[in-house]
């Protein structure tokens, strides 16, 4: 549940990213201080209030003063953009406990890594995010919708149980501010199960337009895939997950509720705010 307890200070990893912007943003509408960490302050833009630290995880020196007086970090898993794990964890948790930090939050990459396991062995009060696939993937079909309002897509009949990243912010942003979720790993989802023939719909009632759907074979995925510059093995992982979309990646479950006191943002709303980005 939301509250204004007494203001803190964080420091927000990824806080560019698609998540961490979330998690700044819920941070800040709840009073506190806010520190955003990123490799490259002066290409950064946030909220007013916010105080933007530059720092790289994958060199935890050069983190320094950001964590004076900070009572709780958030975390990712990975460093650069092509999603390395970061190895550095055990040297930023040993840092972190140095400042006094009480509380990590981390937003978990799809499964074990060095840095969420240093997390958890820290002796600190840790809570993981797990969530499932983001709604913003969405995105991906921005530039077809845009220019020839067509979606090309397999296995158009599977469902996701995407979530949407305010969402996944705001779970975060209760767990790193609020007491009682120490030691707890917080599978997030949206609020409803959808097929990408819904999800493509459900884009057309937000932006106005009529948008094909063509589905593809699990061939000409992977083919499109390859195009789009994805190398072999990220590419045989992405089909893998939209065929077999394992139970936790298709069930809704009602964490962000619980956590945050609020109902899980539909589809349709994500829609509705990114339909710019799907306009001609
Ligand atoms: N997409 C999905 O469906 C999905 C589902 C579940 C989990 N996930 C997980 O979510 C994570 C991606 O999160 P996201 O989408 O929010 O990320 P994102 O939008 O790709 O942004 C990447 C962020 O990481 C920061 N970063 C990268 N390397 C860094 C470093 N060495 N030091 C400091 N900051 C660094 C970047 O900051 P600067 O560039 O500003 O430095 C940026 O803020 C991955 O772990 C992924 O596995 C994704």
Do not use: C
């Not at 979330?22 to 009073?31: A, C, H, I, K, T």
């Not at 530059?54 to 709780?72: E, K, M, N």
């Not at 120490?182 to 057309?204: H, I, S, W």
């Amino acid at each position: 549940m939301t509250t204004n307890a007494t203001p803190q200070t964080f420091l927000v990893a990824g806080a560019t990213g698609s998540v961490g912007r979330e998690v700044v943003r819920e941070l800040l509408e709840r009073g506190h201080t806010v520190r955003a960490l990123t490799r490259n302050p002066s290409a950064a833009q946030f909220p007013p209030g916010v105080e933007v630290v530059g720092g790289d995880l994958a060199d935890p020196g050069s983190l320094g003063p950001a964590l004076d007086g900070v009572t709780g970090l958030h975390l990712i898993t990975f460093t650069g953009g092509g999603y390395q794990p970061l190895e550095t964890g055990p040297e930023i948790v040993a840092l972190a406990r140095k400042a006094g930090v009480r509380r990590l939050t981390v937003l978990n990459g799809g499964g074990p890594t060095p840095l969420e396991d240093a997390v958890r062995e820290s002796g600190l009060d840790w809570t993981v995010a797990m969530p499932v696939e983001f709604m913003a993937n969405a995105l991906g079909w921005a530039d077809s919708i845009r220019t020839e309002a067509t979606v090309r897509a397999a296995f158009v009949d599977n469902v996701s149980a995407m979530v949407h990243e305010a969402d996944i912010g705001a779970v975060i942003a209760t767990a790193l501010s609020e007491k009682g979720h120490a030691g707890q790993v917080y599978l997030v989802t949206g609020p409803q199960a959808l097929t990408v023939r819904e999800k493509v719909a459900a884009l057309a009632a937000a932006t106005g337009r009529e948008i094909s759907l063509v589905e593809l074979s699990e061939a000409q995925a992977l083919e499109k895939y390859l195009a789009d510059g994805l190398d072999e093995s990220t590419a045989a992982w992405m089909i893998d997950v939209f065929k077999n979309t394992p139970p936790e990646g298709r069930t809704v479950i009602d964490t962000v509720q619980r956590v945050t006191g609020r109902p899980a943002r539909p589809f349709s709303q994500w829609a509705t705010e990114h339909a710019d980005a799907f306009r001609a």
